[in-house]
C-alpha cells in the first residue's frame, strides 16, 4: 500500500521492539546484585579498617612496653644509689589490687657532695606513728645540693620531688614523690614507704603518706620503730597504677604514673615478687621470693616491707599488664579466648571479670639491683 506523497510505511516485528530494552525483573536482578556486590565490598573495608585499628593498637602496646621497660630496669638497676643497702627499696603488696613500686631516687645524689653521714635525712623517732599521715619537722636535703624547685622560682630547694597545689594534677595525690624509712641501727625492721603529701614540703617539714591516696587501703607501716631505733628517711620515686581515676581518658581506662605524672595509659594491673637471699648463698632457695604466687615453690608468702631486712633484696620482679584501648570488634565476648582476658598475676586475688575483647599483653621485668649484696658493711 503507498500513501500519496509518501514513501511506504515500515513496521517492526513486534517480538523485535520487545528486545530493545531492559524488562523490570531484569532491572530488578541488576539492582539486587549491585547492592550485593556494595554491601559485600562495604564489609570488606570495614573489616580491614577494624583490623588495622587493632594492629595499631597493638603496636602501641608494645612501644608503651619497651619505653616502661627501659625507665623501669633503669631506675630498678640503680636504686640504693649512694644510699644505705636497708634503705635500697620498699613495696606495698596489695592482693586486690595493683602494687605499689618504691626505689630511691638517684636524681637527688650528688655524688661530689657525699659522705657516710648525709646519705639520707635523719628523723625524729618520736614523729614516726607510720599510720595514715606523718608530719616530720626536718631538712629537706640529703647533702648541701638541692635537686627539685618545689616553689618554683627558679632555684632548687629541696631533694624531695612535691609540685605546689596550684600547679599539680588533678589526681588527689597530685605529682609528688615518696620516700623509704628505714632504722639505721636495726635494718632487720624493714622499710616503711608512703608519698609526699601535695603541697606539704617547706624547708623544714614534710608530711608523709603512707596510703599513697588508695581509698580503703590498709598499708600501715606501724612495726618499724625499735628500742634504740635510728630512723632515716631517703627521697625516693613512686610507680603506681591508677584505675580509672581523674587523668585517666576516657575515665574507664587506667594508667601507670611515676611521682603522680602519666607515664603511659592502658596499663591494667603492676605486681611485684622480690627475691631475699636470706641465707646469703645466691641460691633462690623455697620460701626466699615474696609476693609471689603462692604455687611457686620459692614463695614465702605475701611481702610485708616491715618484716623484712632489705639488705638482702637481691632481685626485684615487676609484672605489667597492658591492654588496647579499645575492644576488638572482630571478637565477641563469647568468643574472646582465655589468653586475651585479665589474668592474676603473683598473689593477686581478684575475682574473675567479665570476659571481653580487649587485646592483652604482659611484660614481666626481672632486675638484679646493682647496689645492694656487694657491699663489705651497710654503707
Known amino acids: 500500500m503507498t500513501t500519496r506523497g509518501r514513501g511506504p510505511m515500515l513496521r517492526l516485528p513486534t517480538n523485535q521492539s520487545r528486545q530493545l ?19 559485600y565490598m562495604t564489609d570488606l573495608l570495614l573489616r580491614q579498617s577494624r583490623t588495622y585499628t587493632v594492629v595499631d593498637q597493638v603496636a602501641e602496646i608494645q612501644q608503651n612496653v619497651r619505653a616502661i621497660s627501659d625507665l623501669l630496669e633503669r631506675e630498678m638497676r640503680t636504686t640504693g644509689f649512694m644510699t644505705e643497702e636497708a634503705g635500697v627499696v620498699c613495696a606495698v603488696d596489695l592482693l586486690n589490687a595493683p602494687d605499689i613500686l618504691v626505689v630511691t631516687d638517684p636524681a637527688v645524689f650528688d655524688p661530689t657532695d657525699q659522705n657516710a653521714s648525709d646519705m639520707a635525712v635523719d628523723i625524729s623517732e618520736l614523729e614516726y606513728a607510720g599510720v595514715a599521715t606523718d608530719t616530720f619537722n626536718v631538712a629537706t636535703l640529703v647533702d648541701t645540693t638541692a635537686f627539685y624547685d618545689i616553689d618554683s622560682n627558679g632555684t632548687p630547694d629541696s631533694d624531695f620531688f612535691d609540685v605546689q597545689p596550684a600547679a599539680a594534677a588533678p589526681w588527689p595525690q597530685g605529682q609528688s614523690g615518696g620516700v623509704i624509712i628505714y632504722d639505721r641501727n636495726d635494718p632487720t625492721a624493714g622499710t616503711a614507704c608512703g608519698r609526699v603529701v601535695r603541697g606539704s614540703l617547706t624547708a623544714a617539714q614534710i608530711q608523709v603518706d603512707y596510703t599513697f591516696g588508695l581509698p580503703g587501703a590498709t598499708y600501715a607501716p606501724v612495726a618499724l620503730p625499735t628500742v634504740g631505733a635510728d630512723l632515716w628517711m631517703v627521697p625516693a620515686v613512686v610507680y ?3 584505675q580509672g581515676g581523674p587523668l585517666a581518658v576516657p575515665p574507664a581506662t587506667s594508667q601507670l604514673l611515676r611521682n603522680g605524672l602519666v607515664i603511659a595509659e592502658d596499663v591494667e594491673d603492676m605486681q611485684l615478687a622480690l627475691w631475699f637471699d636470706a641465707d646469703t648463698d645466691g641460691t633462690q632457695d623455697n620460701g626466699e621470693y615474696w609476693g609471689s604466687a603462692p ?24 609484672n605489667l599488664m597492658l591492654r588496647t584501648r579499645q575492644q576488638d570488634p ?44 656487694h657491699r663489705t658493711n651497710s654503707l
Open 295 to 318: 604455687a611457686d615453690p620459692l614463695t614465702g608468702g605475701a611481702y610485708v616491707s616491715t618484716a623484712r631486712d632489705h639488705r638482702e633484696v637481691r632481685e626485684i620482679r615487676v
Open 330 to 373: 572482630n571478637v565477641t565476648a563469647t568468643t574472646a579466648t582465655p589468653q586475651g582476658q585479665f589474668q592474676n598475676l603473683e598473689n593477686r586475688n581478684t575475682a574473675a571479670p567479665a570476659r571481653d575483647a580487649f587485646v592483652r599483653r604482659i611484660q614481666t621485668l626481672t632486675i638484679r639491683p646493682r647496689n645492694v649484696g
Open 21 to 39: 530494552a531492559f524488562s523490570l525483573i531484569e532491572v530488578m536482578v541488576s539492582m539486587v546484585i549491585l547492592v550485593l556486590i556494595t554491601l
Open 240 to 242: 603506681q597504677v591508677d
